[in-house]
């Protein structure tokens, strides 16, 4: 009975120590991702703001382009008289 008793001792202290080695791995892989995921979250952050930086770009080079064949009608009309 005696042995049977150390065995079950020695397969719940390796058990243990299996279950432990295994939760602080997983915590400490879950702390990566975690970090890896918020350097992704600010990557994209700064990659909108580009975009919506060249999407105001693009409509004031629009509006620009308008003006200045407008500009350039009124003088061809004041060049004509």
């Known amino acids: 009975m ?6 079950i001792i020695i397969a719940v202290i390796s058990m243990l120590g299996t279950a432990s080695g295994a939760y602080f791995a997983n915590k400490k892989s879950t702390v ?10 600010k990557k994209q952050d700064v990659h909108n703001q580009v975009i919506d930086r060249v999407y105001e770009l693009e409509k004031s080079v629009a509006l620009n ?9 009124r003088i061809e009309d004041l060049e004509k008289k």
Not at 2 to 7: F, L, Q, V
Not at 32 to 41: F, H, I, P
Not at 65 to 73: G, P, T, Y
């Open 65 to 73: 382009s308008e003006d200045i064949k407008v500009a350039n009608h």
């Open 32 to 41: 990566l991702v975690a970090y890896r995921l918020e350097q992704l979250e």
């Open 2 to 7: 005696a042995a049977y008793a150390i065995e």
